[in-house]
């Protein structure tokens, strides 16, 4: 039985990994989405945007989410940031769920 403790730690690697995107992606958003976002993905209601923990825009997927961040969706202007960024901060977009 070595089978189970190579799959534990290739779980807790994984897990590193994903939490690392994510407080990555945490920065970016900072810096970049948090002054319309607001720090809880709630956004402004003057803008009538969705909140980004919202399931319509959970259900995105992760493409659409990240072009809708590079290539701008409707109101909000593309913002200019790496495609490893924005990997990053869709992450983060994650961890916003309700
Ligand atoms: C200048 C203000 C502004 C900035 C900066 C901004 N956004 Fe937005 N964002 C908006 C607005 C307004 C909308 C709604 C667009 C619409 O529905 O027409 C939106 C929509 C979105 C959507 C689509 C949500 C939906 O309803 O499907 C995502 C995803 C998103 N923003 C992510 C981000 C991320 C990530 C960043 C930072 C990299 C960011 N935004 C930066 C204003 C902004």
Redesign the pocket.
């Known amino acids: 039985m070595r089978f189970l403790p190579v799959c534990a730690v290739f779980l807790a690697l994984g897990a590193v990994q994903a939490f690392g995107a994510a407080a990555d992606g945490k920065a970016?958003?900072d810096a970049?989405?948090k002054?319309?976002?607001k720090a809880d993905g709630a956004?402004m209601p003057a803008?009538?945007?969705?909140a980004?923990g919202s399931a319509?825009?959970q259900a995105?997927s992760d493409a659409d989410?990240k072009k809708?961040?590079i290539a701008g969706?409707?109101?909000?202007?593309a913002?200019a940031?790496s495609e490893a960024q924005a990997t990053d901060?869709v992450a983060f977009?994650r961890t916003l769920k309700k």
């Open positions: 970016v958003f970049k989405c002054m319309c976002h956004g803008m009538k945007m969705r980004l319509e825009v995105k989410l809708d961040i969706n409707g109101k909000m202007k913002v940031i901060v977009i």
